[in-house]
């Protein structure tokens, strides 16, 4: 069964102090690794999709990487716009295209 | 405009009663979902339908049942509610199987009390 982790569950940060984000996972045949950013009160928002070991996306202050085994999720000199909950989710090849989430790693940057 | 919406954002009812919840895409897409999230914030796939065929039922109570009249709309009816079923609902659509990007997008979600 597919299974992804998160770690760590909540990160509190001051404004313009870089981190990073894991999502471990297992899966039988990785179709492709997702991350969304979640907001109280709203559904996920898109962020990324990775699908081969080494691959790297960046979008502002984001990069997301991924290994045959985790993926990371860096954030550099955070704003506190960027203060949500971070959703992984892996696709495995056999799972018709669903999503198994990991339970988030909920991000607080303070000004 | 709004790419994937629910009805209604919030929905109180008591135990027992029976209660729908709409979710329209205007993406194009093919593929379309219901996802849980529970208290955890957990989020977990419930049903998936692809052009109207169902595709996915995740060990779900049958007193769900998902309807897909069009490949731009999934209803989410609830029977006999319970206690437990209380919970966020999010619906979410992707493009076709054999499609390169297979990202979902979520609508806002429908938050669910049972009292």
């Known amino acids: 069964e597919d299974q992804v982790t998160q770690s760590p569950e909540a990160l509190r940060l001051q404004e313009g102090e870089s981190s990073s984000l894991n999502c471990s996972y297992t899966?039988?045949?990785?179709?492709?690794l997702f991350w969304y950013r979640q907001d109280p009160g709203k559904g996920p928002e898109f962020l990324f999709t990775?699908?081969?070991a080494g691959e790297e996306k960046e979008k502002e202050r984001l990069k997301a990487t991924l290994t045959k085994k985790e993926s990371f999720l860096h954030i550099t000199a955070p704003k506190p716009e960027d203060s949500a909950t971070y959703l992984c989710a892996v696709q495995g090849i056999q799972g018709a295209q669903k999503l198994v989430f990991g339970q988030g790693t909920r991000l607080t940057i303070n000004p | 405009d709004t790419a994937v919406s629910q009805t209604p954002k919030y929905l109180v009812t008591q135990m027992g009663n029976d209660k729908s919840i709409k979710c329209e895409q205007n993406?194009?897409?093919?593929?379309m979902y219901w996802y849980k999230q529970d208290s955890k914030k957990f989020l977990k796939i419930m049903f998936s339908?692809?052009?109207?065929?169902?595709?996915i039922n995740e060990t779900v109570p049958n007193r769900f049942s998902p309807k897909s009249p069009d490949k731009a709309h999934l209803n989410l009816h609830i029977n006999s509610l319970e206690l437990g079923d209380s919970a966020v609902y999010f619906c979410a659509s992707s493009p076709g199987f054999g499609e390169m990007n297979t990202e979902a997008f979520f609508g806002q979600g429908t938050r669910l009390t049972v009292v």
């Open positions: 993406l194009g897409h093919d593929t």
């Open positions: 990775l699908y081969s």
């Open positions: 899966v039988s045949g990785l179709r492709g």
């Open positions: 339908y692809n052009n109207k065929e169902l595709i």
